[in-house]
């Protein structure tokens, strides 16, 4: 019974993050990229280091996803999703390119400086 309550704690913050709604620790997005008509919108974006992006999903039953580069460490919003919001917080600065796995000619970038 304690350890199952105690699990459902520990998972509670992921859920959160998930949904965007950021803890303490994360500042608010600088920016939204919109995920519509199998575009990132916009395409191109430029931040500075340590700025948040959020990328929104509105492109009805279509799937997408953001598959960026390792050398970011997990730069990758997972499987592909129909709704939703991802944010990711860019700590170094260079140009990372990302694309969604469902449709190859979706492409976006960030460059951070
Ligand atoms: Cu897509």
């Known amino acids: 019974m304690v350890d199952r309550r105690l699990s459902l704690l520990a998972a509670a913050p992921l859920v959160v993050a998930g949904c965007g709604s950021s803890g303490s620790?994360?500042?608010p997005p600088v920016l939204s990229v919109t995920l519509h008509n199998d575009t990132y919108a916009p395409a191109d974006n430029s931040v500075r280091?340590?700025?948040?992006v959020a990328w929104v999903w509105a492109d009805g039953s279509v799937p997408h996803n953001i598959?960026?580069?390792s050398d970011?460490?997990?730069f990758d919003s997972g499987a592909p999703?129909?709704?939703?919001?991802w944010m990711f917080r860019f700590k170094q600065a260079g140009t990372f390119q990302y694309h969604?796995?469902?449709h190859p000619t979706m492409i976006g970038t960030v460059t951070v400086s």
């Open 25 to 27: 620790s994360a500042r």
């Open 72 to 74: 970011l460490g997990p």
């Open 49 to 52: 280091v340590g700025d948040t």
């Open 67 to 69: 598959d960026g580069a």
């Open 81 to 85: 999703t129909t709704s939703g919001m």
């Open 100 to 102: 969604c796995d469902v």
